[in-house]
T-cell receptor, first 114, second 111 residues
Framework: DTEVTQTPKHLVMGMTNKKSLKCEQH?????MYWYKQKAKKPPELMFV???????INESVPSRFSPECPNSSLLNLHLHALQPEDSALYLC?????????????FGEGSRLTVL | QKEVEQDPGPLSVPEGAIVSLNCTYSNSAFQYFMWYRQYSRKGPELLMY????GNKEDGRFTAQVDKSSKYISLFIRDSQPSDSATYLCAMISGANSKLTFGKGITLSVRP
């Protein structure tokens, strides 16, 4: 199994809603990432978990809250988002706990904030 | 000057053409160089990964790194319509540092 699976594929939410994005990998990878990608832009790093511990937070607003329940799962909890947060949210994993640039990406969750 | 510069495109070529995609960078600490391919509405997929200066070939794809000129290239031979996608160069200075992407170039291969 060489996949990173993200759910849901599409999500529409209001600014007062609370929702979560989920990511799962069964490759035994020890680092997992959240990226945000706006249209026609490259992915922007949000968070990195290494060995289930948060190792990098790229100064992301607190309305985004990551969680890593175990080595296979990564969640992104969303609360009180703004319309400008509408984007493709990508989860990725890498085999070791160290980022060498070899990332496996999921297909993404396309978020629309109304 | 941005750390990584990539021709913005878009680029349209006929099927069978040789495609050359390029990135330049300013940070001499970058050691690992990647090309990711991203199809529309999909996540990026690692296409090529190189460490040192020189060429690396994989089927119709060749990645070239010239550290002295701070220049990387991806060549696609005998391009196919299925190669139509956005290509992102990416680089990193060392393990645990941040991956830096180019802006990406959208390639369209016309049948």
């Amino acid at each position: 199994d060489t996949e990173v699976t993200q759910t849901p594929k599409h999500l529409v939410m209001g600014m007062t809603n609370k929702k979560s994005l989920k990511c799962e990998q069964h490759m035994g990878h020890r680092a997992m990432y959240w990226y945000k990608q706006k249209a026609k832009k490259p992915p922007e790093l949000m968070f990195v978990y290494s060995y289930e511990k948060l190792s990098i937070n790229e100064s992301v607003p607190s309305r985004f809250s990551p969680e890593c329940p175990n080595s296979s799962l990564l969640n992104l909890h969303l609360h009180a988002l703004q319309p400008e947060d509408s984007a493709l949210y990508l989860c990725a994993s890498s085999s070791s706990g160290r980022n060498t640039g070899e990332l496996f990406f999921g297909e993404g969750s396309r978020l629309t904030v109304l | 000057q941005k750390e990584v510069e990539q021709d913005p495109g878009p680029l349209s070529v006929p099927e069978g053409a040789i495609v050359s995609l390029n990135c330049t960078y300013s940070n001499s600490a970058f050691q690992y160089f990647m090309w990711y391919r991203q199809y529309s509405r999909k996540g990026p997929e690692l296409l090529m990964y190189t460490y040192s200066s020189g060429n690396k070939e994989d089927g119709r794809f060749t990645a070239q790194v010239d550290k002295s000129s701070k220049y990387i290239s991806l060549f696609i031979r005998d391009s196919q319509p299925s190669d139509s996608a956005t290509y992102l160069c990416a680089m990193i200075s060392g393990a645990n540092s941040k991956l830096t992407f180019g802006k990406g170039i959208t390639l369209s291969v016309r049948p």
